[in-house]
């Protein structure tokens, strides 16, 4: 009844053996992150099956937060357990307590002891989600290009990451009004992962809205290919929902 479920039995069994063997564990960074990486498995079933998890998801990630003290020595251990925390209040629908979350994250992520440079490139990703699902597409905006400029620095710009800030990006600029840019960037990300809108297994969700970008210009030869294109993939892949957005794009062309 649910298959993503069964994809999430077995990590969440793991954070459940995990809390329990750290809560004989005197080190708090231990007994913090366990019980915030349980509380974010809590709530992905929770949004899943079963919303009565919730209220022990919340309340894990805030016993994480009360183990560890306020000393510089603990800033990366609170900010990972705010980062998992977000995800907390956003499968609750508490997107305000999402962002502020994420927010926080990024603040103690600057006094942090020397740290992989990927957790902060996470945080400031799952920020500029955060912002697009609560309709704030202009900060949303400027969080997604702060990340691709930081990608770029670190040389990252051929991995995942980069190809799917593209994607976000541009999905926030067209929502804005500002389909020239939002095509490009699209674009980009749809390069990154498929090399070209005409591949075979081109991201139909990506290609659609390339598809909209290019309506919008007036390039509706091309937005009606590619919605006809998303929509043929969408099916090959048993994907329904995106298959009968691809229809309604492809009739509004």
């Known amino acids: 009844r649910y298959p993503r479920e069964k994809g999430i039995a077995g990590p969440l069994r793991m954070a459940e053996e995990a809390y329990q063997i750290s809560r004989g564990v005197s080190e708090p960074s231990v007994r913090a992150k366990a019980a915030c990486v349980l509380g974010n498995a809590l709530a992905e079933k929770a949004l899943i099956s ?14 994480g937060l009360d183990e560890l003290p306020g000393e510089t020595q603990f800033a990366f251990e609170r900010a990972f357990c705010l980062q998992n925390g977000s995800y907390v209040s ?5 997107q305000n307590e999402s962002i502020a979350r994420l927010k926080q994250a990024q603040e103690l992520l600057k006094e942090a002891p020397t740290h992989s440079e990927s957790f902060d490139l996470l945080v400031s990703q799952g920020l500029g989600d955060a912002l697009r699902s609560a309709g704030r597409n202009r900060e949303a905006c400027i969080e997604y290009e702060r990340l691709s400029a930081r990608i770029t620095d670190l040389g990252r710009d051929s991995t995942g990451m980069a190809h799917m800030t593209h994607y976000k990006w541009g999905v926030s600029l067209y929502t804005l009004g ?19 809108e005409d591949d075979p297994d081109v991201i139909p969700w990506q290609l659609i809205g390339h598809a909209q970008a290019l309506r919008d210009l007036g390039q509706l030869k091309r937005a009606a290919a590619e919605a006809q294109h998303a929509y043929d993939v969408a099916l090959k892949n048993e994907a329904p929902a995106f298959a009968n957005q691809a229809l309604l794009l492809r009739a509004s062309v």
């Open 90 to 94: 956003r499968s609750m629908g508490d």
């Open 50 to 63: 079963d919303k009565s998890l919730f209220p022990r998801a919340e309340s894990l990630i805030r016993e």
């Open 178 to 196: 500002r389909p020239l840019e939002a095509e490009k960037l699209i674009h980009r990300a749809i390069v990154g992962f498929s090399n070209s």
